[in-house]
C-alpha cells in the first residue's frame, strides 16, 4: 500500500480529517505499518504505552483481566487503540487481541504529540473518541447493575 493510499485511509477517521495532506504523508512515513495474525496482542494490559494503533483493516477484542478476562469492546478498521496508556502516561488499561488478521499504523508516543501539538483539532477529536467510550462504559455499568438486580 502506498503512502497516499493510507493518508486516503486517514482522512476518513474523523480524528484526521482536518489535517493537511502534507502532515498526514509524514505521519504515514514516520509510523510503522504491522500485520497482527489472529491472536496476536496489539498490546498487553499492563505494559508501559509506548504507542497508539490505528487499525486500517480486520478486527480486534479488547479485554481486561481482572479474575478472568472479560471482552469489554469490539474494535476495527479506523478505530485507534492505546491511545490511553500515552495520553495519561498510565499502564495499558487493557489488552487488546486480533480476532482476524489485522493491519495497524503503530504511531509512537513522540510522534502521536507531536501531532496533537500541531494539530489542536485533532486533540478535540480525541477528547470527543474518549467521551463517547466513557459514555458507553456508563450504559454498560448501569445495564450490569440493573441487572444484578441493585
Known sequence: MSIEQEVEILRKIPLFANIESAK??????ASERITFKEGQSLCEQGDIGDAAYIIIEGTADVIVTRDTPLVVAQVGKNDIVGEIAILVDIPRTATVTA??????????KDLFFQMVTDFPEMGVEIMRVLAQRL???TADLMKARAGAGN
Request: glycine share 0%.
Open 99 to 108: 480476532t482476524s488478521e489485522l493491519t495497524a499504523l503503530k504511531i509512537t
Open 24 to 29: 498526514l504523508k509524514l505521519m504515514c512515513f
Open 135 to 137: 459514555e458507553a462504559t
